[in-house]
């Protein structure tokens, strides 16, 4: 499969598949080449006005599309597999966006020979700040992957991985901004507790963010020199991050994506 712009079809658009379907428009995808699925009338309607993209049936979108992506929920994929699997062409391209199914699941329910890549991304996408993880399955070529590569860099970033390590991957970035997110909400209301106006709270957290963000992403620094930049003896810093270091913050974010990753294992249990 030669790279270029091909007939693109989000098969569940929900969330994620909006993220890449409105990804892929502002890269200059042309919209006569995207196609979505969506089990609501309701759903259809809304992609429909919002970006203009044709609402098929998911039998036509395996007809006409060369790239499948598939997003629905992971408990929902066997049962789209045995709708369309035995229709879809061991030519086309399918990608599956669902989280903690392994690329197998798909090689099962599919034609021989048809290319599987998986993909993590995260909602990040929605501002082109997306991490995406991608990975073949054992029947897609370096061809697959740099298409997929193709289709998620205007989405923000991305790395090839070993899918043995894709459930890592879950837990890391693809629910990663949750805990950013649940960090500044908790910091804002730390500001509050002190005194400040909620907007203040707001602002000051959330530049400060963006700042040790693009600092981590820009200076090839280790997180720990950055951070000792910040911690003055006796100072104020050092003062909290006694109290988190007391609060087992480091050993609650390590039980919390190893819980994450458990979970990716069990859906793909699940849906098996």
């Given amino acids: 499969m030669a790279s270029g712009v091909h007939t693109v079809a989000v098969i569940g658009a929900g969330k994620i598949g909006e993220l890449m379907l409105s990804g892929l428009l502002r890269s200059g995808w042309p919209v006569e080449r995207l196609l979505a699925t969506a089990r ?19 039998l036509t979108a ?15 994929a066997g049962a789209l597999l045995d709708e369309i699997g035995a229709k879809v062409p061991a030519d ?50 370096g061809e697959h992957l740099a298409l997929a590569e193709e289709m998620f860099s205007p989405l923000g970033a991305t790395v090839r991985v070993p899918e043995s390590q894709q459930d890592a991957v879950t837990a ?5 901004p949750a805990y950013f997110y649940l960090l500044v909400e908790a910091m804002i209301d730390a500001g509050i507790l002190l005194g400040l106006p909620r907007q203040v709270a707001h602002e000051l957290i ?22 000792e930049a910040v911690t003055s003896p006796a100072g104020t810093t050092i003062s909290a991050i006694r109290e988190l270091e007391n609060h087992g913050v480091r050993a609650a974010m390590l039980a919390a994506l190893e819980a994450a990753r458990d979970r990716a294992r069990e859906l793909a249990a699940q849906a098996d």
């Fill in 172 to 176: 890391l970035s693809g629910s990663g």
């Fill in 92 to 141: 086309k391209l399918v990608i599956s966006l669902c989280a903690g199914l392994p690329t197998t699941f798909f090689n099962r329910r599919l034609p021989e020979g048809t290319p599987v890549v998986r993909v993590m991304t995260n909602t990040p996408a929605l501002v082109d700040q997306a991490m995406s993880a991608i990975s073949a399955g054992a029947h897609a070529t």
């Fill in 206 to 227: 959330v530049q400060t963010a963006i700042g040790s963000a693009v600092m981590l992403r820009d200076s090839g620094e280790h997180p720990v020199k950055l951070r």
């Fill in 62 to 76: 395996v007809d006409e599309a060369e790239v499948l992506a598939i997003s629905v929920k992971p408990q929902d």
């Fill in 40 to 58: 609501r009338p309701s759903r259809a309607e809304e992609l429909t006005a919002r970006y203009g993209v044709r609402v098929v049936d998911n």
